[in-house]
């Protein structure tokens, strides 16, 4: 059950890391970008790549199915 809470605190630090990044970003007309992740903005168009996000929501995801596979005993 520490895991569970360990997991629970890392998800609500993620929470509030993004929620900061976000505030920031709309505050200073910056693009909510997190390290990895490509953003390029060239006259007038934007192309933005979330590389680094997927990763760490992926392996996040993984973590958590892990985790429920392994206490129903599957």
Do not use: N
């Given at each position: ?68 596979k392994k206490?129903?005993?599957?």
């Open positions: 059950m520490a895991i569970f809470r360990f997991f629970q605190a890392l998800l609500l630090l993620y929470i509030i890391g993004f929620a900061f990044m976000f505030y920031f970003s709309q505050k200073f007309q910056l693009p909510v970008t997190m390290p990895g992740d490509i953003y390029i903005s060239k006259a007038g168009k934007r192309i933005y790549i979330p590389i680094g996000s997927a990763f760490i929501i992926s392996l996040f995801l993984y973590v958590i199915l892990l985790f429920v206490s129903l005993g599957i």
